[in-house]
């Protein structure tokens, strides 16, 4: 008897659900897109609007084989890829590459925002039809996308270098770490004084009190004068405590995650990046072996919703009277109210289960699904416990015409914060509660604190999330691809968490700002993704869409003046050319930044260069070799490329002749090329000279000794307790 197919994304979801559907289905996985642009050409006919030529991916033929098998065998299909604009063109492309098998056929999609029993079974038995209007909105984006990139990158490769690349939103987003980049190295610290004092009575405990007041006036001192002059003024007066005001203070518990918020969370209190965080929410979603059973543990993890089922609230609030008392429960179910413009397609992101508590499935976890799974069901559970309670209290001192102020709270109930053990309630000074008006008070000290104005912070992944999207850039699916892309592109490095704009980064922002500005800004982008909304919600055609904005992209591109652009880019030093005398200058080349004579082409001086810990320049000069040219005779020299290190005429560019810098070793899988340091994106690797005829390619630098206990020809240095050692790739053995 013929079964039913359902398709979906991944392995893992498959092996999920194939528990929850029983012996009737077939499930198979697609593992993500199987048809998309092709990756040699543009795949777009613009003037013939827009038409697009999708083709299928050669990396999955055995899948696609697979899939057109259990297509024609089926009864009915059911395609049930993720929930949201990416899943529903996943759908739509799996019933055009299967046209010829399902036709005649029913075909239904089928939506869940849970894997779980109950959710499959809902949506198998309310099916629907493929979204069009979502399906097109993803087209619009990914078309945009790759006209933005085949038509800009281009001339940033012929203003800075080949290989680079522009992205829609990505470059906004480098803009707005290359401008905060840019404040920071602009900004001039200025010196200020802060005074805080120390005031006790009796057995009371002192508390540190600020100044903040000076005979009515904001206390404010440029300079250490200033300060001195009002401590001699008050020196003599008396200290009284002339007010207290005492408050209530609620703090309200956090709504449950959505994506940017818990991307946030997971960088600021465990120190996951938005790419692991969704890494790893995936996994909790599509499913996690618990006794020998595959379950999903969370919602869907691309989500703008706060929003709550009425179910999820109500188990939530059983569990909080069973677990912590009814004292910790709110009165009524407390939901919260969407931001401006969010998409509420599906529900927040929470348990699946709220009685698989963290600790009840952490020996099913990794330390990660753990600590993250902790972090949302914590959230989650907090949201319908009552507010944390705080009594606070305001002293106001005087001591003649100066005013201090100390501000202190204890709990009265911790409410939520027992559960969400990732608050911080700040509490201040610890304010005796036997203190009262008209207190006259000893001086333990007075303090007057020298300080220096700072420079705005570096955006953290945490806060370039949070920057995104309340500026409209880039959607939940988004932001961990944002942060990945332009740090994979060398345009950014994150260094202790925080984002820094590297040299690439600062010269690409320059060039597109300056003849793109009106294009890659935060209100065009954002304006953008409204359109993409509008045309998921059907309120806009996506062609109209496309011709608007790519209109609007090539009369910006007919403008650009490459050799201006150039000129941009180049940075004037104080360094002085060793062969005219001249200032040397910083260029850009097809191998990255160079010294060459400010003087050039009456001086033809270059040279590569790099910067001492004082940020000065030092020429780096060429290592000249003993062996000669083969094709002129001059003597060879090594330079360093894009790529890593390579050997060069120095007879250039008169002879062009160059060739891989080797380590002196054979390859180990062909035996005839030799093991070459190059450079990616991600690093330093090795390779084979002979590639692509030979692929092989390590992490680790090869050195030519032969290995003591199988005599393997070659070794890797690799670093174990921080030194290094010699390891055999082929047996392990270790020689120091």
Not at 115 to 144: C, E, F, G, W, Y
Not at 320 to 332: D, H, M, Q, T, Y
Not at 590 to 616: I, V
Request: net charge positive.
């Amino acid at each position: 008897m013929a079964k039913n197919l359902l398709i979906v994304e991944s392995p893992a979801k498959s092996k999920t659900i194939s528990k929850f559907l029983g012996s009737s289905f077939r499930i198979e996985s697609s593992m993500g897109h199987i048809r998309d642009l092709p990756k040699s050409k543009l795949g777009v006919d613009v003037e013939n609007d827009f038409e697009v030529k999708y083709t299928n991916d050669r990396g999955k033929a055995k899948i696609t084989k697979n899939l057109r098998e259990a297509a024609k065998e089926a009864k009915e299909i059911y395609l049930a890829a993720d929930p949201d604009r990416e899943g529903e063109a996943i759908a739509w492309h799996l019933t055009e590459l299967l046209k010829k098998e399902i036709k005649d056929k029913p075909v239904y999609r089928v939506i869940f925002n849970e894997i779980t029993h109950s959710a499959v079974q809902k949506a198998v038995q309310n099916p629907m039809d493929i979204n069009m209007h979502m399906v097109n909105s993803q087209q619009a984006r990914r078309v945009l996308d790759r006209l933005v990139g085949y038509g800009i990158s281009p001339l940033i490769w012929r203003v800075i270098y080949y290989g680079l690349s522009a992205g829609r939103v990505q470059s906004v987003a480098l803009r707005i770490i290359c401008e905060r980049e840019e404040l920071i190295n602009a900004f001039v610290s200025e010196e200020y004084w802060e005074i805080f004092g120390f005031f006790g009575k009796g057995k009371f405990s002192p508390f540190k009190a600020k100044l903040v007041q000076v005979a009515g006036e904001k206390a404010d001192f440029a300079n250490e004068s200033q300060v001195e002059d009002l401590l001699s003024k008050i020196s003599d007066k008396s200290v009284k405590i002339s007010n207290i005001v005492e408050s209530e203070r609620r703090n309200n518990p956090f709504p449950p995650f959505i994506t940017s918020t818990l991307q946030r969370a997971a960088s600021t209190y465990l120190g996951f990046s938005a790419k692991r965080t969704m890494a790893i929410a995936q996994r909790l979603y599509e499913g996690v072996d618990l006794k020998a059973q595959s379950v999903g543990l969370i919602t869907y993890m691309r989500t703008d919703s706060v929003r709550m089922s009425e179910q999820a609230v109500q188990s939530a609030r059983e569990f909080i009277v069973e677990k912590f008392g009814k004292n910790s429960l709110e009165a009524k179910p407390r939901h919260f109210k969407a931001k401006k413009g969010a998409q509420d397609a599906h529900e927040a992101i929470r348990p699946t289960d709220v009685t698989k508590t963290p600790e009840s499935i952490k020996d099913f976890l990794t330390s990660e699904q753990f600590k993250l799974y902790e972090l949302i069901w914590q959230r989650f559970v907090a949201t319908q416990m009552k507010p944390a309670v705080l009594k606070s209290k305001k002293v106001e001192i005087e001591k003649g015409d100066a005013l201090f102020e100390a501000q202190g709270s204890h709990v009265v109930d911790p409410g939520f914060t027992v559960c969400y053990r990732f608050t911080k309630l700040s509490l201040g000074e610890n304010i005796d509660s036997g203190y009262a008006v008209g207190d006259v008070m000893d001086v333990e000290e007075i303090v007057p604190e020298q300080k220096f104005t700072n420079p705005p912070a570096r955006y953290t992944e945490s806060s370039l999330i949070k920057e995104l999207e309340s500026n409209g850039i880039g959607r939940p699916s988004t932001y961990a691809s944002i942060l990945s892309t332009i740090q994979d592109r060398g345009y950014v490095e994150l260094q202790e968490k925080k984002f820094y704009a590297l040299e690439l980064g600062l010269a690409v922002n320059n060039f597109l700002v300056g003849s793109f500005d009106s294009f890659f800004n935060t209100e065009f982008t954002s304006a953008m993704e409204n359109d993409l909304d509008e045309i998921s919600n059907g309120k806009l055609d996506w062609k109209k869409f496309l011709r608007t904005y790519y209109d609007a992209m090539c009369a910006l591109m007919k403008k650009v003046n490459v050799t201006k652009a150039k000129a941009n880019l180049v940075k004037p030093t104080k360094t002085k050319c060793p062969e005219c005398g001249k200032k040397l200058v910083i260029k850009w080349g097809r191998n990255g930044q160079f010294l060459t004579c400010s003087n050039y082409p009456s001086c033809k001086f270059s040279a590569n260069f790099s910067k001492d810990s004082k940020g000065e320049i030092v020429i780096e000069k060429e290592k000249v070799l003993d062996d000669a040219c083969p094709e002129c005779g001059s003597k060879l020299t090594i330079k360093k490329g894009r790529f890593g290190e390579f050997v060069a005429c120095t007879g250039y560019p008169k002879c062009k002749f160059s060739k891989p810098l080797t380590l002196g070793v054979k390859c180990p899988e062909c035996g005839v090329g030799e093991i070459a340091q190059k450079m990616s994106k991600k690093g330093i690797f090795y390779a084979c000279t002979q590639y692509p005829k030979c692929k092989f390619a390590t992490s680790y630098k090869p050195v030519p000794v032969n290995c003591p206990e199988c005599g393997n020809h070659y070794m890797e240095i690799k670093t174990k307790k921080g030194k290094e050692i010699k390891i055999c790739p082929k047996c392990g053995q270790e020689i120091m």
